[in-house]
């Protein structure tokens, strides 16, 4: 819920002219909360005075003053970070530390998400990673007798043939130690919440990989459904995490963006 002090208020209407739901108007010289809205927070965000606040499942104390030196990202920079970015395939067998995994959590809930809804529920399997493997190798042999994604049987059938003769052959989890699971109601809030978590966990030194064909077993095993708490939600992004065991050394080419400009 969003509130006004109107002894701080100084009625300029700065908080009116960005409220998307024209939940808040000017009256008197004075900013008033007219009807519930969508609490994206942009009348927090923008009051030069600080005289809008929420409460109920917001947490003031989260609320930072703007600094250019800790908020801006020299713009080549931040590219040159995306550049370099890989698909991690190589982990080490080391345990991600929960106060790593806690600030990838934060960069996840400060995701936008249409309309503000923060629906996405955020699952990290770490300590029970090789019960939930193992539910979901069965899954994806579930998968492939139900005939889904044919292109791929003969390749995923190899892997679990592998997987089967030597458990060390893991083609689908590649030893990561950590699994992200993400489900929502709208499958886009999950994949953009995933995409600030995952560079969030480069910038500690993590490597992350998305994965389809888990997200497709994981649909076909209830047992990994149940253990994870989520039966009955959909799962829109499934990724692994964990320290890489390669070194990358440089960038790699790509092809020449498909723009059109008007």
């Known amino acids: 819920m ?16 960005d409220c998307l739901a024209r939940a808040i108007r000017v009256e008197d010289g004075k900013a ?19 005289a809008v606040t929420m409460d109920g499942a917001y947490d003031m104390a989260d609320v930072m003053p703007y600094d250019a030196e800790t908020f801006k990202v020299p713009g080549e920079n931040f590219l040159n970070f995306l550049k370099f970015r890989r698909s991690t395939r190589q982990y080490q067998q080391k345990p991600i530390e929960r106060e790593k995994l806690e600030r990838v959590v934060e960069a996840g809930r400060y995701t936008p998400t249409a309309s503000n809804r923060q629906d996405v529920h955020i699952v990290i399997v770490q300590e029970q990673m090789e019960q939930v493997k193992d539910f979901i190798w069965e899954g994806l042999e579930r998968m492939l007798e139900a005939g889904i ?51 969030m966990a480069e910038t500690e030194g993590l490597g992350s990989l998305y994965s389809g064909f888990i997200q497709r077993a994981l649909l076909y095993s ?7 708490g989520i039966t009955g939600e959909q799962v829109a992004v499934c990724m692994l995490m964990g320290y890489p065991a390669v070194k990358y050394r440089r960038t790699v080419p790509r092809k020449k963006a498909n723009v059109t400009w008007k």
Not at 222 to 228: K, T, V, Y
């Open 2 to 17: 969003v509130h006004v002090n109107t002894e701080v208020c100084i009625g300029c209407g700065m908080c009116e002219k």
């Open 32 to 50: 008033k909360v007219k009807m519930k809205c969508m609490e994206c927070g942009h009348c927090v965000a923008v009051c030069p005075v600080s």
């Open 149 to 199: 994604i044919p292109h791929y049987r003969s390749m995923l059938q190899r892997f679990i043939d592998r997987r089967k003769a030597d458990k060390t052959q893991d083609a689908l989890f590649f030893n990561a130690p950590a699994l992200v699971v993400l489900t929502c109601e709208g499958p886009w809030n999950g994949t953009l919440v995933a995409r600030t978590m995952e560079l």
């Open 222 to 228: 209830p047992e990994a459904q149940e253990l994870l």
